[in-house]
C-alpha cells in the first residue's frame, strides 16, 4: 500500500462529541464505525431511527398508495419512492423494525412503474442501470430483492466492467452508472450470498474504478475535473450522493465491500485526508439540485456531519488494513 501525503490520525475527540450530538441514524453509525461500542448499544440506538428524528419523519411522508413523492421515481425531484427508500438505507433504517415492514409492505404491494414499464412492481425495476441498481439497493436492503432484476443487471455489464444508461449505443461505461449497479449488487450478496456470477460481475465493476484510481481517465491518467453528464466535479463531496459519483463514494464503497487498500486507492485516500478542515471536519462540497423532502444539514460549505463520519470510516479503514 502506498503512503499518503497527509497523515491519518484518529478523529478529535470534539469532533466525535459533534457527530453524537445529531439524529439516531448518524449516532448508531459512530458507535459502530468509529467508538467501537458494544454491540447492544449500538442497535438500541440503530432502534431510535424507525420512531426518532429523520427516519420517523421519511416514514411519516409516505402516501397510501405505498410511494413517496408522487412515485417511484419523479424527474427533477430527490422526494420519490426511489430516493426515500434509498435514504432510509443510507439512514440504516432496521430492515426487521415493525415501522420498515409496513413500509415496504406497501411499496411492494402497490407500487409500480407506471404504463411505460408495463406497470413493472417497484421492486422489479424498470430499464435504466443507475435506476435498477438503486432499486435492487434497496429492494436487497429491506428484504424484497427481485432475482429477475439481478439478471437483467448481469446481461447488461459492458466489456470494461462497468454499466451506462446510455448504452447501447454507449460502449464505454459510467461511473456514475455503475457505483449504483455496484451499490445494489454488494446489497444482494449480503442478503442472499455471493453466487459466483453476481460476485464476479460486481468484481469485474469493482476492478473499473480501480483501474481508473477511482477519479481518473483509463486513457491518459489525468483527473476528470468534470462528469461529462452532470457537470460535477468528483473531487467535491455530497450528501445524499443520489445518482451522482464522487470520490468519497467510491471509497466508501470499497470500504463496505471489503476491499483491501492498495496503491491504487491512495490518491483517492489522500484527497479525502487533505479536505479535512483544521476542526477535524469535512465540508458540504455541494448538494444535489431538486425536491427534497426536508434538508438535513447546512449549505454548502458548511461541516457536514454525514461526510465527516463517512471520511473518517474511510480513512480508519484503510490505514487499519494497510
Request: some cysteine; hydrophobic content about 35%.
Amino acid at each position: 500500500m502506498a503512503s499518503v501525503k497527509h497523515e491519518i490520525t484518529k478523529p478529535k475527540k470534539a469532533v466525535i462529541r459533534w457527530l453524537l450530538d445529531s439524529d439516531p441514524s448518524i449516532r448508531w453509525q459512530v458507535k459502530r464505525d468509529l467508538t467501537g461500542e458494544p454491540e447492544e448499544v449500538v442497535a438500541a440506538e440503530r432502534s431510535r431511527v424507525a420512531v426518532e428524528g429523520w427516519g420517523a419523519r421519511l416514514l411519516s411522508l409516505q402516501e397510501p398508495d405505498g410511494n413517496w413523492g408522487g412515485g417511484p421515481w419523479v424527474f427533477q425531484s430527490w422526494a420519490s419512492t426511489m430516493e426515500t427508500l434509498m435514504l432510509l438505507r443510507e439512514l440504516g433504517l432496521d430492515p426487521a423494525s415493525p415501522q420498515a415492514r409496513k413500509a415496504i409492505g406497501l411499496v411492494r404491494d402497490k407500487s409500480d412503474w407506471g404504463p411505460y414499464h408495463d406497470h413493472s412492481p417497484f421492486f422489479e425495476g424498470e430499464v435504466e442501470p443507475c435506476i435498477n441498481g438503486r432499486v435492487l439497493a434497496c429492494g436487497a436492503y429491506f428484504r424484497e430483492a427481485s432475482d429477475r432484476l439481478v439478471d437483467r443487471i448481469l446481461s447488461e455489464q459492458l466489456r470494461d466492467g462497468g454499466w451506462n444508461c446510455e448504452a447501447p449505443p454507449s460502449k464505454r461505461s459510467s461511473f456514475n452508472s455503475t457505483i449504483c449497479v455496484l451499490e445494489g449488487l454488494l446489497e444482494y450478496e449480503k442478503a442472499r450470498g455471493a453466487t459466483s456470477a453476481v460476485k464476479e460481475a460486481r468484481l469485474r465493476g469493482q476492478e473499473y474504478l480501480l483501474e481508473r484510481k477511482l477519479f481518473r481517465s483509463l486513457s491518459t491518467g489525468k483527473v476528470i475535473d468534470r462528469d461529462r453528464k452532470s457537470g460535477r466535479d468528483w473531487r467535491e463531496f455530497s450528501f445524499p450522493t443520489r445518482w451522482h459519483y464522487d470520490v468519497l463514494w467510491g471509497l466508501d464503497y470499497s470500504r463496505k465491500a471489503g476491499a483491501g487498500p492498495e496503491e491504487r486507492a491512495a490518491k483517492a485516500i489522500d484527497l479525502v485526508a487533505g479536505k479535512q478542515h483544521q476542526d477535524g471536519r469535512w465540508p458540504l462540497d455541494n448538494s444535489h439540485a431538486g425536491k427534497v423532502h426536508f434538508d438535513m444539514e447546512g449549505g454548502r460549505g458548511t461541516a457536514s456531519r454525514w461526510n465527516t463520519l463517512r471520511a473518517l470510516r474511510v480513512l480508519d479503514w484503510y490505514s487499519a488494513e494497510g
